[in-house]
């Protein structure tokens, strides 16, 4: 059975299917500094996970993708702590 969630007329955000779920799309607030972009985006990913009835310690799979590397020691320095 796959059941979508958080779906607008583009792009589902949230499909579970066989009790996995899959992420698509998620993309911080437009804020200057990685650090704050991270928590953004961390932040809605819990919002997501939630939605879906799970929790980060589930995850299989995360790809974040930064727009330069010199955004990669900001970013780890955040999500380390999540």
């Given at each position: ?17 066989n ?29 997501f996970l939630?939605?879906?009835?799970t929790?980060?310690?589930?995850i299989?799979?995360?790809?974040i993708?930064?727009k ?15």
């Open positions: 059975m796959i059941k979508r969630l958080e779906t607008s007329p583009l792009l589902t955000k949230i499909t579970i299917c009790d996995t779920a899959y992420f698509s799309g998620l993309v911080s607030a437009d804020r200057d500094g990685i650090a704050d972009q991270t928590t953004d985006l961390l932040e809605l990913l819990d919002g939630k939605t879906a009835g929790t980060k310690s589930n299989a799979h995360l790809l993708h930064l330069t590397l010199d955004d990669y020691a900001g970013f780890n320095e955040v999500y380390k702590t999540w």
